[in-house]
């Protein structure tokens, strides 16, 4: 109930700031936010939980540490580079996208916010 009160009286606070406070929070925020998901999209939902669109960060993905790919993966990420007319067929990258779709799904489901 702490945690209901709480954001209650910040979203208050937020919402009878002057919009040039607002601005800042909103802005620092977002800036915290970017760094935490390694400029990720973000799906957008209104107070209903209807999807309305995705924020997409301006910004290039960070590089993470290095990843742990077999020799075999890394060969075929670099034959991939070296002949983009012959990488992937249309079905193998329908799959992979699906794969991929599930995978941040699953990592960021997307709630509407409590009122």
């Known amino acids: 109930m702490l945690t209901t009160t709480t954001n209650t009286d910040l979203l208050s606070r937020i919402r009878n700031a002057s919009p040039r406070s607002r601005q800042f929070v909103l802005q620092s925020l977002i800036n915290e936010f970017i760094e935490e998901t390694n400029f990720a999209p973000l799906p957008i939902t209104n107070a209903e939980g209807t999807f309305v669109g995705t924020f997409y960060p301006d910004q290039q993905r960070k590089l993470g540490p290095p990843s742990t790919m077999t020799s075999a993966e890394a060969a075929e990420v670099l034959r991939r580079l070296k002949t983009p007319e012959d ?11 699906d794969a991929e779709i599930v995978r941040l799904r699953a990592e960021r489901p997307v709630t509407p916010p409590k009122s």
């Open 87 to 97: 990488s992937v067929t249309l079905e193998e990258f329908i799959k992979l996208l």
